[in-house]
């Protein structure tokens, strides 16, 4: 057992966040998200929503810049989802949030280092953190 760690990040996933460098690409994605078809390294996070493990993951992980930079999918008609409002809400520190278009968005999750499967039933609730330093 560890102290301090929340209970719902798994020891698989506490590897794959410890392995992750300076720069590497992490997606925490929703429940419609193609992430097995896009994921170099998947961890299923099956029952938990997404904004739950973001703020369990920001415990252990440094996101890179300041301000850090939160990137989403952007939406087809330009609103902003309430859940992106709750997601900058879960950062100690100022927030960029960046709109990468949807395409895009699966290109760049390709690319990441992994990609967190949630159920998360909100529609554009996926984001991508970039690793920063210690």
Not at 7 to 14: M, Q, R, V
Not at 106 to 134: F, P, Q
Request: with cysteine.
């Amino acid at each position: 057992m560890l102290i301090g760690i929340p209970k719902l990040l798994s020891p698989e996933l506490l590897k794959i966040l410890c392995e992750m460098g300076h720069g590497d690409k992490l997606v925490i994605a929703d429940g419609n998200f193609p992430a097995a078809s896009c994921a170099q390294r998947l961890i299923r996070l099956d029952g938990h929503d997404a904004q739950s493990v973001l703020e369990a993951i920001l415990k252990v992980f440094p996101v890179d810049g300041e301000p850090q930079v939160l990137q989403v999918m952007q939406t087809d008609d330009g609103h902003i989802p309430e859940i992106w409002r709750a997601y900058t809400g879960a950062f100690k520190s100022p927030v960029i949030t960046e709109e990468i278009e949807r395409f895009r968005f699966y290109d760049l999750a390709r690319e990441a280092y992994c990609v967190v499967a949630t159920s998360e039933a909100a529609l554009y609730a996926n984001l991508i953190l970039t690793k920063g330093v210690i």
